[in-house]
């Protein structure tokens, strides 16, 4: 089973940025990862995808503030975050990006975004 180890939230002003870093135990090369988030009182949900084929897709509220990359070669996975606004607050993992056959989740990061 691969384990999955998020870093890199903290609190930010709106406005600000943060990049998370993701690393799994085993590779990630030929998996489509994603990061995902859980607000309070919220389900998780994906806002983030990329292919392996570095292809990338995002959900709309998230779309030209947050860029998903990879590195395959550490088994890393990470979310540049801009613009961040107070509803980005959440915590935020990374996954498999699929329905079925997920790896079991991390503790993921928390994200404060507040003044």
């Known amino acids: 089973q691969v384990q999955l180890v998020e870093s890199g939230g903290g609190l930010v002003q709106p406005g600000g940025s943060l990049t998370l870093s993701c690393v799994a135990s085993g590779t990630i090369f030929s998996y489509a990862m994603g990061w995902y988030r859980q607000a309070p009182g919220k389900q998780r949900e994906l806002v983030a995808t990329i292919y392996s084929t570095s292809s990338t897709k995002y959900v709309d509220f998230v779309k030209g503030r947050f860029t998903i990359s990879r590195d395959n070669a550490k088994n890393t996975v990470s979310l540049q975050m801009n613009s961040l606004k107070s509803e980005d607050t959440a915590v935020y993992y990374c996954?498999?990006?699929?329905?079925?056959?997920?790896?079991?989740w991390g503790r993921g990061t928390q994200v404060t975004v507040s003044s």
């Open positions: 996954n498999r990006a699929t329905n079925w056959g997920r790896w079991a």
